[in-house]
């Protein structure tokens, strides 16, 4: 079921999340809404807290994160580029992420064209949506969304924001740096996030099966002596690099490593 204002407004309140809500004109863009909130007491806001909401989709081409929907809020002065923040999730150029369809809008979102919020993660509509927040918003006294429609605003703290997620989408959603290049990680339910679209590092070679029996924390197929594990975990994983660390690396576990290596089959 779609949440209207009145619900958002009513589950605002049940949370304990502090707001305020005002009434102006139909503000579909974000100069209208500039222009319709001046005079009031949001108008302090303007170019510091409002918003511009963009919802994509992974195009079916897109590699491993095909058919996902994220959700972008960002200050309406951050420049969002669609293809670097596809290649930053891994993504394929040939296939980056793209504005949804009617749609995909209408059925996932729920709410009218203008009126797109972070708030709509609150609906069951919304559960495969990923939501990903501008970090600056953390810097701003207030954030203007609108309420499910575009003739309202809501002003909450960016505090208030979160504590609003973490009721309503707990692992899905991220205040990530929108003007970063490097590569992106997803919020996961677990509290841990991993590079998405990033390809897996590559199993560690298994080595020939020990004849005295595995040792604990090692790894299946036996290792590397304590003393090579430990130079070895200097190699920055899926950096094409051996997970072993080579004879050179260190002298002192030169020995160890050709001992074991010999012994291993290598």
Not at 92 to 110: C, E, G, M
Request: proline share 7%; hydrophobic share 45%; charged share 15%.
């Amino acid at each position: 079921m779609a949440l209207c204002k009145e619900g958002l407004l009513a589950t605002l309140a049940a949370w304990g999340i502090e707001h305020e809500t005002l009434q102006h004109a139909l503000s579909a863009t974000c100069e209208l809404h500039s222009e319709n909130i001046k005079g009031t007491a949001f108008a302090k806001f303007i170019g510091n807290g409002q918003a511009k909401n963009l919802f994509f989709k992974v195009p079916s081409g897109g590699g491993p994160l095909k058919n996902r929907l994220f959700l972008v809020c960002a200050l309406v002065e951050t420049v969002v580029d669609n293809k670097i923040l596809s290649a930053r999730l891994g993504i394929k150029p040939s296939a980056p992420l793209r504005f949804a369809a009617d749609d995909v809008f209408t059925d996932v979102l729920q709410i009218p064209l203008g009126s797109v919020n972070p708030f709509v993660m609150a609906q069951a509509s919304c559960h495969e949506v990923t939501l990903l927040l501008d970090e600056q918003f953390l810097r701003c006294e207030r954030l203007l969304f609108h309420p499910m429609q575009s003739d309202f605003t809501t002003a909450l703290a960016p505090a208030q924001l979160e504590a609003f997620l973490q009721r309503a989408a707990p692992g899905r959603f991220a205040f990530v740096d929108l003007t970063s290049s490097a590569p992106l990680a997803l919020p996961s339910a677990a509290g841990g996030a991993g590079a998405a679209g990033a390809p897996a590092a590559a199993p560690a070679p298994a080595g020939k099966e020990s004849k005295k029996g595995g040792g604990g924390g090692g790894v299946a197929g036996g290792g590397p002596p304590a003393a090579a594990a430990a130079a070895g975990g200097a190699a920055k994983a899926g950096a094409g690099q051996e997970w072993w660390s080579p004879p050179w690396a260190e002298r002192n576990t030169f020995v160890a490593h050709r001992a074991w290596a010999q012994k291993s089959g290598y």
